[in-house]
């Protein structure tokens, strides 16, 4: 089960966006700011997420927008 979604964006040393999606309390924060969600905004997050590769590799470019995506789960023992 997920327990937390890091998500940066970022240009060139940068950070455009920095969002923290914590799941067991549904709250969304996104550039410091803090959002209520609900149900059906974690279910269509978790499948844009299965969508996406492990890996895109990077650009050299001068003005080259990256993002990462850190995914925590919670463990069960």
């Given amino acids: 089960m997920i327990d937390m979604i890091e998500i940066n964006i970022s240009n060139g040393i940068l950070t455009q966006i920095n969002a923290l999606v914590l799941y067991q309390k549904k709250i969304y924060y996104i550039n410091n700011k803090k959002y209520l969600i609900d149900d059906l905004f974690l279910k269509q997050l978790t499948d844009i997420l299965y969508t996406f590769k492990n890996e ?22």
């Fill in 56 to 77: 895109y590799g990077t650009s050299q470019g001068i003005d080259v927008e990256e993002f990462t995506i850190n995914v925590h789960l919670l463990m069960s023992i």
